[in-house]
């Protein structure tokens, strides 16, 4: 049972795998650093094992006679390095010149038991010893780096190698060795990161193109078995909700259909009633009947619904229907951005924008139109200055077939859907519709709009 479970391909695998290959190329980082780097890999002097050689090689030498010290020093070189006596130092030991390498100087100090002990430290390109006897000696035979100690007796040994075989300062190559890890943790992590977070950020992409376009195509099936089988449960779940609201849609229209025969038929037979004014009432409230299912059939149908979700200027658009109103000898005011991209139902907007335009106009005066982008998208308000409505109804206007309230004009026709479809309509985009009175006189709308691209013109 646990290895059917570890062999699918779950989080809890994924996290597991990823764990295993961060540490493994981790190791592999650190052992490439170690094999290819050359001497950038290799220890320090004072941790090579360079010092305690030198040291045991200065005490035996120092413990022969006099005149066996130079045989000595020359049967002491190793393929690593070559050593050799002389009465004279290579430079002259200053203190500067026996700070050049503080580190290397204190271990062999520290092995020789004789912290005074003078130790230079050299290379062939150093200024001092350009021109120098001894140290063109040594260069003739290929030597670049030179450790020199005192001995007692005053005279020098020296240790010369032709190749670096120690590493760099130990701080130095603490910090190379973390970076490669870092690198190869950083990489692996975030590789594996990207790899489980793609699937997650379609899921969510496609559940805000749902809010906007209720048509979306189901997510393709990717990921992890717990993501693949959460996009199988929104895929139906997107399928059932376009197969309820077509269902809807077929029922309305059905029933609309069959409305319209007999108030057909009503109005046919009140031609045959005597009473004019009696007539009249009849022909009037069969109007208004019919004039009631054709709203709500277009409402509940919501024909702006099946427009594909396309990107395009906000603002532009708005100012496209101020225009329109302009050529009625209608002003409208616009403050805003000149330019700004959004991804929705550009046919559907329009319809709420003259919607809550015509409102104003009906019963108030010609509004005035802001747009303000914010960090979560952007809000438009729509402003009159009219008598407003009253604060107990500010959201009962949005509830079907409920007109504004008296005090805004009451003779305007309508059969209050206009702000109930308008408030679905940007719900449906991921924002929100309220009224709010403002303080001055007047009624302020507020279109939120969630996720806008802004570009100044």
Same mark, same amino acid.
């Given at each position: 049972m646990i290895a059917r479970l570890w062999m699918r391909d779950t989080i809890t695998r994924r996290f597991v795998l990823t764990i295993f290959v961060v540490l493994a190329a981790t190791v592999a980082m650190n052992g490439a650093f170690v094999t290819l780097s050359g001497v950038w890999g290799q220890p320090s002097f004072e941790k090579s094992g360079l010092p305690e050689a030198a040291a045991a090689t200065v005490r035996i030498i120092e413990s022969q006679p006099p005149e066996q010290r130079a045989a000595l020093a020359r049967s002491a070189g190793t393929r690593l390095y070559d050593v050799a006596r002389h009465a004279a130092p290579l430079v002259e030991p200053s203190a500067a010149q026996q700070d050049s390498y503080i580190a290397g100087r204190d271990r062999l100090r520290a092995l020789l038991e004789d912290p005074s002990r003078a130790i230079l430290f050299l290379h062939s390109g150093h200024p001092a010893i350009e021109?120098?006897?001894?140290?063109? $000696?040594?260069?003739?035979?290929?030597?670049? *780096?030179?450790?020199?100690?005192?001995? %007692?007796?005053?005279?020098?040994?020296?240790?010369?190698?032709?190749? &670096?075989?120690?590493?760099?300062?130990?701080?130095? &190559?603490?910090?190379?060795?973390?970076?490669?890890?870092?690198?190869?943790?950083?990489?692996?992590?975030?590789?594996?990161?990207?790899?489980?977070?793609?699937?997650?950020?379609?899921?969510?992409?496609?559940?805000?193109?749902?809010?906007?376009? !209720?048509?979306? !195509?189901?997510?393709?099936?990717?990921?992890?078995?717990?993501?693949?089988?959460?996009?199988?449960?929104?895929?139906?779940?997107?399928?059932?909700?376009?197969?309820?609201?077509?269902?809807?849609?077929?029922?309305?229209?059905?029933?609309?259909?069959?409305? %319209?025969?007999?108030?057909? %038929?009503? %109005?046919?037979?009140? $031609?045959?009633?005597?009473?004019?004014?009696?007539?009249?009432?009849?022909?009037?409230?069969?109007?208004?009947?019919?004039?009631?299912?054709?709203?709500?059939?277009?409402?509940?149908?919501?024909?702006?619904?099946?427009?594909?979700?396309?990107?395009?200027?906000?603002? $532009?658009?708005?100012?496209?229907?101020?225009?329109? *109103?302009?050529?009625?000898?209608?002003?409208?005011? *616009?403050?805003? !951005?000149?330019?700004?991209?959004?991804?929705?139902?550009? &046919?559907?907007?329009?319809?709420?924008?003259?919607?809550?335009?015509?409102?104003?106009?009906?019963?108030?005066? !010609?509004?005035?139109?802001?747009?303000?982008?914010?960090?979560?998208?952007?809000?438009?308000?729509?402003?009159?200055?009219?008598?407003?409505?009253?604060?107990?109804?500010?959201?009962?206007?949005f509830m079907p077939f409920h007109r504004l309230s008296k005090a805004r004009n009451p003779s305007t026709g309508g059969m209050g859907l206009g702000l109930t479809s308008a408030r679905s309509i940007i719900r449906a985009h991921g924002g929100d519709l309220t009224l709010r009175n403002l303080a001055a006189g007047g009624l302020e709308a507020i279109v939120a709009l969630p996720g806008l691209s802004f570009e100044e013109a």
């Open positions: 021109g120098g006897a001894l140290a063109a $000696e040594f260069m003739r035979r290929g030597q670049l *780096y030179f450790v020199s100690v005192a001995l %007692r007796d005053g005279s020098w040994i020296t240790f010369s190698a032709a190749e &670096r075989s120690w590493g760099i300062a130990t701080p130095l &190559r603490g910090v190379l060795i973390v970076l490669f890890a870092a690198a190869s943790i950083l990489g692996c992590s975030a590789a594996a990161a990207c790899s489980l977070a793609s699937p997650v950020a379609q899921l969510a992409g496609a559940v805000r193109r749902f809010g906007v376009d !209720p048509r979306a !195509p189901d997510i393709p099936v990717s990921g992890p078995v717990e993501i693949r089988e959460t996009i199988v449960a929104f895929n139906a779940m997107q399928g059932q909700i376009r197969r309820f609201v077509e269902d809807r849609t077929t029922m309305l229209a059905a029933i609309s259909h069959d409305l %319209r025969t007999p108030l057909t %038929r009503m %109005r046919l037979r009140a $031609e045959f009633i005597g009473d004019a004014v009696q007539q009249q009432k009849l022909f009037r409230d069969v109007d208004e009947m019919r004039n009631m299912v054709d709203s709500a059939l277009s409402f509940f149908r919501d024909d702006a619904g099946q427009e594909p979700a396309t990107s395009f200027d906000l603002p $532009e658009l708005i100012k496209t229907i101020i225009d329109d *109103y302009g050529d009625q000898g209608i002003r409208i005011d *616009y403050t805003g !951005p000149h330019h700004a991209r959004w991804t929705g139902r550009p &046919r559907a907007l329009r319809r709420v924008f003259e919607n809550l335009i015509e409102n104003a106009l009906k019963h108030a005066t !010609p509004p005035a139109i802001a747009l303000r982008i914010t960090d979560r998208g952007a809000e438009l308000t729509v402003r009159d200055r009219g008598p407003g409505v009253d604060p107990d109804k500010l959201e009962q206007v």
